[in-house]
């Protein structure tokens, strides 16, 4: 099992910045896979950013250039550094991480979800 914890986000004007974290506890040998998805009102969740144990990033085309995503492999933790916000970022924002148990890897783990909010 992998726990989740999700810190961050909250309300903030168009241009302005937010970050994101989500630390993952239990029983893994790694995680190969660590990344963000955000589901607005309406609308499908989608991939924001991913980070693989290598540091390999892959980013959704509407984000490249303002957000950041990195990770800390020490801490088992994700962050998500968002600049440049516009309306449209509005959404539920979550974390999904992907282990490794005993050198197989398994299925992914969602956070709880936090809520960011670009508006005037």
């Known amino acids: 099992q992998v726990q989740l914890v999700e810190s961050g986000g909250g309300l903030v004007q168009p241009g302005g910045s937010l970050s994101l974290s989500c630390a993952a506890s239990?029983?893994?040998?790694?995680?190969?896979?660590m990344g963000w998805y955000r589901q607005a009102p309406g609308k499908q969740r989608e991939l924001v950013a991913a980070v693989s144990s290598g540091g390999s990033t892959n980013y959704a085309d509407s984000v490249k250039g303002r957000f950041s995503i990195s990770r800390d492999n020490a801490k088992n933790t994700v962050y998500l550094q968002m600049n440049s916000l516009k309306p449209e970022d509005t959404a539920v924002y979550y974390c999904y991480v992907r282990p490794e148990i005993l050198g197989i890897r398994t299925g992914g783990y969602w956070g709880q979800g936090t809520q960011v909010t670009v508006s005037q």
């Open positions: 239990g029983t893994f040998s790694s995680l190969y896979s």
